[in-house]
């Protein structure tokens, strides 16, 4: 009787082992989550970020991936307080996407805030950022980064004078 209880609570033990095993793997399948990172369009930091004054950005971006926006950050000179005052996005026949305004030194002051939007790849877009105080620049009329590219046609600084090779180091995120 002993013998026939042992193996019956070796079998029932083996049994429900198998069970909760089944029970746990169905459960890992079925609640698997996906992590994936949101995609961004970054110019990095230049690496000479001088000379550098506040002034109006403009120029085209063309991202090689989808990028939803909702922020963007603009990389100060060391020791400043570099920032975006204003930025728009248009689609390139000049119809407005969206715009946002910084809210000043408070908070995340580095960033500003936009309704979020989209990006898409391999179409390009025009866009205006206004910055303020002293915002790292990138020397290039062109800028080719593993998100894509980014041009200036125009910066006006705000003395007057015009550039036409003054990208602002951003990211849009």
Not at 61 to 76: A, D
Not at 87 to 93: K, R, T
Request: net charge neutral; proline share 6%.
């Amino acid at each position: 009787m002993r013998r026939i209880l042992a193996i019956s609570l070796l079998i029932f033990s083996v049994l429900a082992s198998a069970t909760v095993a089944s029970m746990l793997q169905t459960w890992s399948v079925k609640n698997t989550m996906t992590v994936v990172e949101a995609a961004i369009f970054d110019t990095g930091r230049p690496s000479n970020p001088y000379p550098s004054i506040s002034g109006v950005h403009e120029g085209e971006i063309k991202p090689n991936k989808t990028i939803e926006v909702s922020k963007l950050y603009t990389y100060p000179c060391a020791g400043t307080g570099g920032h975006t005052e204003y930025a728009a996005f248009y689609y390139s026949n000049g119809t407005l996407i969206a715009e946002a305004h910084w809210n000043g030194y408070k908070d995340d002051w580095h960033n500003i805030t936009f309704k979020p939007f989209v990006l898409l790849p391999g179409e390009t877009y025009n866009y205006t950022i206004r910055t303020g105080s002293y915002p790292q620049i990138h020397h290039n009329r062109t800028l080719t980064v593993p998100d894509g590219e980014i041009t200036c046609t125009k910066f006006i600084d705000v003395n007057g004078k015009v550039y036409y090779d003054w990208i602002p180091a951003i990211r849009l995120r």
